[in-house]
């Protein structure tokens, strides 16, 4: 049952959906907090240098702290924010699609797990985007009313 439901990508979407609306809170709330993503599909701007990006764990803990907290924000169905990385602080944006997030963590909580993070095969078609989207009444507005 539990590998059924893990496979199920209505209930992917369900949990993009989820950490949606769990981070907006956060970012609105002023809340800083952390974040662990499946690296192989976070994205840097600029890349990392070779050494840099090696020596991070399959599922690094980003903390979304001070200046980083400052930069984060919600982009479509990404988290971005700026980092710094190693001894000279190299500094890259940072992006993370929300279905790549395995965990949310605040004081050191995990506030959120997500176990279809890694699951290949969950990731969102357009259509799932916009539904997912569509769901939140917030973004009601955002539909042509014309």
């Given at each position: 049952?539990?590998?059924d439901l893990l496979q199920d990508?209505?209930?992917a979407a369900l949990l993009r959906s989820?950490?949606?609306d769990l981070l907006t809170y956060l970012l609105e709330e002023g809340q800083e907090f952390a974040v662990v993503a499946d690296l192989e599909r976070v994205t840097f701007e600029p890349p990392l240098p070779k050494e840099?990006?090696?020596a991070l764990p399959e599922f690094p803990l980003f903390l979304l702290v001070n200046y980083t907290f400052q930069t984060a924000r919600l982009e479509g169905e990404r988290l971005r924010f700026e980092a710094g990385f190693g001894p000279q602080n190299f500094g890259s944006l940072v992006?993370?699609?929300l279905d790549a997030i395995v965990e949310i963590v605040v004081d050191e909580t995990p506030i959120f797990i997500n176990l279809t993070a890694t699951i290949k095969?969950?990731?969102p078609s357009a259509k799932d985007s916009m539904e997912i989207f569509l769901s939140n009444p917030e973004n009601q507005k955002f539909l042509n009313k014309g």
């Open positions: 049952m539990l590998y990508r209505r209930f989820h950490s949606a840099l990006f090696e992006s993370i699609p095969g969950n990731q």
